[in-house]
């Protein structure tokens, strides 16, 4: 926990709290704001960098670039709350979720934004849907600690939208589908209406899935999407991580495309975004079946029974496979000191769990 003073009877405390939730803060924040601290929330980081949205002691909202102090122990990210000092920041809150993909060093992991509600998934479907990238994504979301949806883009170029719609909720099951379109302005309101005051969203695509168009759609504002230069090329692809305050309250982060390589996965996010072999592997015989051959395997044995399509578990060997690669990479030592050489009887699996 870190500062902790309710606000004292001081006549811009009102004012405080109020820019403070129109900022994303939540009870769930896990700080309490003091009047004699400046907090603020991080909206862009550029290079060493960062604009930081806070309240100045007479109440007055302010937006100040600030230097991070050599001592503050976290580096900010968009989405951060950060105390001030002398417009430096001195000090990160603890996050409450964080989107994290792997570095390209491949061995850190590198923090895209931070203290999240809702992780929205910006998949195209006017081109069909990426069921793979879509699985990705879901899993990356799992793992933040904020809930998933779906946000099914450029719903007006679509063909067979219900078709789509189903292979998105079997490819993510329990996760909430929506289908939108800029052009047209369906699936808008829905998303204006999810976005409501205290709630922390970022937009998760690849580049050129029409986030910042969503954005866009949302506020009316214009952004950046094209730039069409004049031998009639290019597009504006988003550069930074970039916090906005909607209109209708709640806050909205643009981050640029990532791409398929760049994403993130974990044992966690794998067992949430395949829901449904988890339920399944419940009654394998071995806790740490493969689903590979493996003896009185139920994933397996539903695949053959055509309850669970084929195609489901072939999508779920090939990321269980990259996740070994990533925890590889990352920290080799582990990986070989905690893996079991042989898989534990089942009765022995029912009592740890
Ligand atoms: N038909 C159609 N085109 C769209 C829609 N949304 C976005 N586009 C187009 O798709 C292109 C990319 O849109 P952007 O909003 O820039 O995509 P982005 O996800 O922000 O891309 P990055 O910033 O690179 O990550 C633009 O040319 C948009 O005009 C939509 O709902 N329907
Ligand atoms: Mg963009
Ligand atoms: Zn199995």
């Known amino acids: 926990m870190n500062v902790a003073r309710l606000?004292?009877?001081?006549?811009?405390?009102?004012?405080?709290?109020?820019?403070?939730?129109?900022?994303?803060?939540?009870?769930?924040?896990?700080?309490?704001l003091d009047v004699h601290t400046d907090i603020g929330r991080v909206s862009i980081v550029h290079?060493?960098?960062?604009?930081?949205?806070?309240?100045?002691?007479?109440?007055?909202?302010?937006?100040?670039?600030?230097?991070?102090?050599?001592?503050?122990a976290t580096r900010p990210v968009a989405g951060d709350w950060v105390t001030l000092e002398n417009e430096t920041i001195v000090s990160v809150m603890a996050r409450r979720s964080a989107l994290r993909r792997p570095d390209p060093n491949g061995r850190d992991v590198q923090v895209l934004a931070a203290n999240l509600d809702l992780v929205l998934l910006v998949v195209p479907i006017n081109k069909g849907l990426n069921v793979r990238m879509l699985e990705r994504f879901a899993i990356m979301a799992w793992e933040s600690g904020a809930q998933p949806f779906v946000v099914l883009s450029k719903a007006d170029k679509a063909r067979d939208v219900a078709t789509l719609m189903e292979e998105a909720?079997?490819?993510v099951p329990g996760v909430e589908i929506l289908t939108t379109s800029s052009e047209s302005g369906e699936g808008i309101a829905h998303l204006r209406a999810l976005l409501h005051d205290g709630v922390t969203a970022v937009?998760?695509?690849?580049?050129?899935?029409?986030?910042?168009?969503?954005?866009?759609?949302?506020?009316?504002?214009?952004?950046?999407?094209?730039t069409v230069t004049r031998h009639g090329e290019g597009r504006h692809a988003t550069t930074t991580r970039?916090?906005?305050?909607?209109?209708?309250?709640?806050?909205l982060l643009d981050i640029p495309g990532i791409r398929l390589l760049d994403l993130m996965v974990g044992q966690e996010g794998l067992s949430e975004t395949f829901s449904d072999i988890t339920a399944l592997a419940i009654d394998c015989?071995?806790?740490?079946?493969?689903?590979?051959?493996?003896?009185?395997?139920?994933?397996?044995?539903?695949?053959?029974?055509?309850?669970?399509p084929s195609r489901r578990l072939d999508n779920w060997r090939i990321v269980k496979r990259e996740l070994t690669h990533q925890e590889h990479r990352r920290a080799p030592e582990e990986m070989t000191r905690g893996r079991r050489t042989k898989p534990r009887p089942r009765d022995e699996r029912d009592q740890d769990d």
Not at 47 to 72: F, K, L, M, Y
Not at 242 to 251: Q, S
Not at 291 to 305: I, K, N, T
């Open 242 to 251: 970039k916090l906005y305050r909607l209109k209708a309250g709640g806050v």
């Open 7 to 32: 606000p004292a009877n001081e006549p811009h405390d009102a004012n405080v709290l109020g820019v403070m939730r129109s900022l994303g803060y939540t009870p769930d924040d896990k700080f309490v």
């Open 169 to 171: 909720r079997m490819a």
């Open 47 to 72: 290079g060493a960098r960062c604009e930081v949205i806070w309240v100045n002691h007479s109440g007055i909202e302010q937006t100040t670039d600030c230097h991070v102090s050599p001592s503050a």
């Open 203 to 226: 937009m998760l695509g690849a580049s050129g899935a029409g986030k910042t168009s969503l954005l866009n759609a949302l506020e009316g504002s214009a952004e950046l999407t094209k």
């Open 285 to 308: 015989r071995f806790r740490d079946c493969a689903h590979h051959g493996d003896p009185g395997c139920a994933v397996e044995a539903a695949v053959a029974s055509g309850t669970l």
